[in-house]
């Protein structure tokens, strides 16, 4: 009786246990039956989309097309797919590879005239007796400026059917779009650098013969403090005209502007007060490389510098949940929000202001905007004897944004 009951267990078990397989499959195939075959094929289509367009939005290399010609092949439907140049096969995926030096003679003509063409076997002849590639559709991609950079070669095993002309020339479209935008990163960027040598610039004139003046009235009188002041300048100069990222962290900003006071309170003396309240929380936060430097010294260079007595400068950085508040204020003279307005808006059409007040605010608010979009820019209170407030706000995580310190 014990080997026979054993064996029934064992029966049971097994039984048991697909019993509860084909359950698991069913409920499997339940939840798929979720999807219409229509939704579940725009799925893998934009999926597939979207595993390629990464790669391509860093423009069109042999690394990008090396990570996007599988993704390309699979949107396509070909027996293979190239990315060419007008000099190389940057990429293949699946068969026709040994073509190569005929699709580069295929995307220079294709490049030249923005043309797309079919090849038949008379442009793919070769010596491989068993060579299956009878056809290819080689389809310009282009640029923001509407010119070819490269082709995307589909590859057949027989002529081309119209079906997959007409998938390679719309995914060539969609290919050339994301290349486009690769560019408008890359010239962003470019813009973003060039915004803060800009800003560099602006503070190299005035501030630099300022500081050197105020360290040489120390030089015989007090050399001490003028070691420590050069020793200041020297590290505030670093991190302003160092190769940096576009952005920085709230800490390393608030440091710099630490140094720029410091040799600011050796030209003013007792004039200069100095108020800060910073939230320890927010210190990490990452902000735009030198937003907070043009504020400051805004303030002191054109609120306070022209007010006799005293003046203050108070920087405060609150924490407002998922955002960072700053805020700069003087109780300068101020001035009138129609003239500042106007000046604002002539600096961002032109950068021509010689006072440096407006272009530094304009370059600043645009910088904001465009890191973190419109809902961003800089708040900008003033009035003539009132004093002038600038806040902006920051938020604390943000995609695509990371301080580099």
Known sequence: MGPNLSAVLAVVALVSALGAALFAVVRLRARRGIATATQLATYDVLHTAGLA?????????PASAAKAVRHLRALVGAAG???????????????????????????????????????????????????PIRGAV??????????????????ADDQPAPGLVQATLETAHWASAQLALAELDSSRERLARAEVRALRAQISPHFIYNALTAI??????????????????????????RAHGE????AEELRSIDRYLTIERARFGDRLQVRLEIAPEVLPVSVPFLCLQPLVENAVRHGLSRKPGLGMVSIEARDAGAECHI?????????????????????????????????????????LRSAFGDGFGLVVETGLGSGTKVSMRVPKFH???????
């Open 327 to 367: 805020t700069v204020e003087d109780d300068g003279v101020g001035m009138d929000p129609a003239v500042l307005a106007e000046g604002i808006a002539e600096a961002a059409r032109d950068s021509a202001d010689d006072s440096g007040q407006h272009v530094g605010l304009s370059n600043v608010d645009e910088r």
């Open 216 to 241: 040489g009235s120390f030089v015989r009188t007090d050399p001490e403090r003028a070691r420590e002041l050069i020793l200041e300048f020297a590290e505030f100069t670093r991190y302003s005209f």
């Open 399 to 405: 995609r695509q944004v990371r301080a580099r310190t």
């Open 53 to 61: 367009a990464e790669p391509l939005r860093a423009g069109l290399n």
């Open 138 to 155: 080689v389809a310009p991609l282009t640029g923001s400026d509407g010119r070819a950079v490269g082709v995307l070669v589909a590859i």
């Open 247 to 250: 952005f920085t962290t709230l």
């Open 81 to 131: 797919l190239a990315l060419v140049d007008d000099s190389e096969v940057l990429a293949i995926d699946g068969r026709g590879g040994h073509h190569g030096a005929q699709y580069v003679t295929a995307a220079e003509r294709a490049i030249a005239a923005n043309r797309s063409t079919v090849l038949g076997e008379a442009e793919l002849r070769c010596d491989r007796v068993d060579c």
